[in-house]
């Protein structure tokens, strides 16, 4: 079987020499949680903290963060325990709430970051306010899963960790971004398979479950700080059901201030549309004096 690590793209490995790459340490672990950090602190806004999708990295948010840190905010994207260069704690997103939290305080003490979760990281985040009041000034969920009783749609993922060729392993993640992450499968360049390659192979949390419930949901009910809600119209794991996943938000009783529908996107929005997706996050944000949308 092939055990070799994809290389990331040259898109990847430019950006990260332009970052800032910060450890904090796993309490009780040799291992760490993994930074980079993009743009310099301001005494006006908080830091943007970007928490990525399963089977991810920082590199979920590749196609976002020059924009961003270009809008003048102090942009931090991380490896949440269990993907990428961070070191594991468990095997579910109940399992990296308190040392993600842990890790923000060692950064940021008791200020408050604008926090952006994208799917799984979407779940982190609105968990972690709740467990935690007052960690993020304002939360944006970005392909949220977890927000209804009734289950997502199925998504046909196929498994390639058996495979024994490189190729065969490429055409399985093609199969699966085309399936659950883009709408459009013409955007499946080289570049882009590279990059869920190098992510999916460093995913040591491989059996998560919660997503399949309404976690989210319970989580949001005890969420004060003002939210927003980002989607691709095309999102396989909802498509069909916004109506019904607009009317779960606002029965937690958050206090939702946008539920938004990017076009010509699927899961995977601010990878397939990051322009559009740049400036209705940046929209959002200024609503609470957090920063100028990008041009």
Do not use: K
């Amino acid at each position: 079987m092939v055990t070799q690590l994809a290389t990331p793209p040259a898109s990847v490995q430019r950006l990260a020499r332009q970052a800032r790459c910060i450890r904090t340490p796993l309490a009780e672990r040799e291992s760490d949680v993994v930074w980079h950090v993009w743009g310099r602190a301001t005494q006006t806004l908080p830091p943007l903290v970007l928490l990525h999708g399963g089977s991810g990295s920082w590199t979920h948010w590749l196609r976002n963060i020059e924009a961003l840190a270009a809008s003048g905010r102090e942009v931090w994207a991380v490896d949440i325990p269990g993907f990428g260069d961070s070191g594991a704690v468990g095997q579910d997103v109940d399992a990296v709430i308190e040392p993600l939290h842990q890790s923000l305080q060692t950064l940021f003490g008791a200020q408050p970051c604008d926090l952006v979760g994208f799917s799984f990281g979407a779940m982190t985040a609105g968990l972690l306010e709740a467990a935690h009041p007052g960690r993020s000034r304002t939360l944006v969920l970005v392909g949220a899963p977890a927000l209804t009783e009734q289950r997502a749609n199925r998504v046909p993922l196929r498994g390639w960790r058996h495979l024994e060729s490189m190729q065969a392993q490429q055409q399985v993640h093609r199969h699966n971004l085309a399936a659950l992450m883009l709408a459009d499968a013409g955007q499946i360049d080289e570049a882009t398979l590279a990059l869920h390659a190098h992510n999916v192979a460093r995913d040591r949390m491989q059996r998560r479950r919660l997503s399949n419930t309404d976690i989210l949901a319970q989580a949001l009910r005890q969420v004060r700080c003002p939210a927003h809600v980002i989607y691709g119209e095309h999102d396989a794991l909802y498509r069909g059901r916004f109506d019904e996943l607009q009317a779960a938000v606002h029965a937690t009783g958050c206090d939702c201030r946008s539920f938004t529908l990017i076009p010509e996107a699927g899961h995977w929005v601010q990878y397939e549309q990051p322009r559009a997706f740049d400036q209705a996050l940046c929209a959002a944000l200024a609503q609470h004096g957090s920063g100028p949308t990008p041009a």
